[in-house]
């Protein structure tokens, strides 16, 4: 017979003798101890008995490894865990957080693809409540020690109802990774991407830049290449020169003489470019100008024929 905490006598599991202990123990996760959290003894011994629900929740923007690790070490905080995810949704988010990346369909489907997630909760809430708790059977909630503004605006902590009543696990952020990392990247090197895009077939429209960023970009992108094959050219020269013995100051000469021959035409071409943009912006403002008269005539005339006549 074997005595729990506060007295309980139960039964034995096994009438024979001990099981034998595992030759590897596993050491990954914190044992389930009766004493550590809120639970009779009864309660504790059924808990080892079934898997442990753990839940943890987050917005899953961006999927990234960071976000891998926590669920990993979510899934690995018992020897037998059913993981449960909950994602906010869009309107929650942009609401509380700001706006997102990809869309709420987006992240659910990548955490459907995490190997350590069980079950993905769509459209979780900001806070958790015993409700939402009992609805889903959740036995420990899993997420980082910082502290989460909740919704009421006066700075509470998200998960200060869980910690309160002995169900929140801390799992460790990864550093170096996070979602504002990932968009601070692209945004300091923004043209940069830009022009990644503009390479690959993508529109001004589809990138949202105007068309004057569009050809600045685009004659960037052409400077690039220049030097990149003058280099080329450069090297396959002197390889050239080496060989035929030509001497080193006739061959820097006549290499510089052609180079700046060469960067001459395209300042050339830059320059008429320049001018092919301005006389499209010129176009296109008396284009405007010349349709908002128009609309003008037609609105006056429509409203006082006389007047109009006389004004035109």
Not at 13 to 20: G, H, I, N, T
Not at 230 to 238: F, P, R
Request: glycine share 6%.
């Amino acid at each position: 017979m074997a005595r729990l905490p506060g007295g309980d006598v139960v039964a034995p599991l096994v009438a024979e003798s001990d099981p034998e202990p595992p030759a590897t123990p596993t050491t990954w996760y914190e044992s389930l101890s009766c004493s550590a959290h809120p639970v009779s003894g009864k309660e504790c011994l059924f808990l080892q008995e079934r898997p442990i629900r753990v839940y943890a929740d987050g917005i899953y923007d961006l999927f990234h490894f960071g976000h891998a690790r926590a669920l990993e070490q979510a899934k690995k905080l018992f020897p037998n865990t059913y993981l449960l995810v909950g994602c906010c949704s869009d309107e929650i988010t942009h609401k509380y957080k700001g706006k997102t990346v990809m869309t709420e369909a987006e992240r659910y489907e990548s955490l459907r693809h995490c190997k350590w997630v069980d079950e993905v909760i769509p459209d979780a809430p900001w806070v958790l409540n015993q409700e939402f708790i009992d609805k889903h059977n959740i036995d420990f909630v899993a997420h980082d020690s910082l502290p989460y503004a909740d919704a009421s605006g006066a700075g509470n902590d998200v998960y200060e109802f869980v910690k309160a009543i002995g169900k929140f696990k801390e799992t460790i952020r990864t550093d170096g990774i996070s979602t504002s990392d990932i968009i601070m990247r692209i945004l300091k090197d923004y043209n940069e991407y830009v022009k990644r895009n503009l390479a690959r077939g993508y529109t001004r429209k589809d990138l949202g830049v105007s068309y004057v960023k569009e050809k600045q970009l685009r004659v960037n992108m052409g400077i690039t290449k220049l030097r990149e094959k003058v280099k080329e050219h450069q090297e396959k020269l002197h390889t050239v020169a080496k060989s035929a013995g030509v001497n080193h100051n006739e061959w820097v000469e006549n290499a510089d003489r052609w180079v700046a021959g060469f960067l001459e035409k395209f300042e050339e071409g830059c320059h008429i470019m320049e001018i092919a943009i301005k006389d499209r912006i010129q176009e296109g403002l008396k284009r405007q100008q010349s349709k908002s008269k128009t609309n003008l005539e037609e609105t006056v005339s429509s409203s006082n024929p006389e007047a109009a006549a006389t004004v035109f």
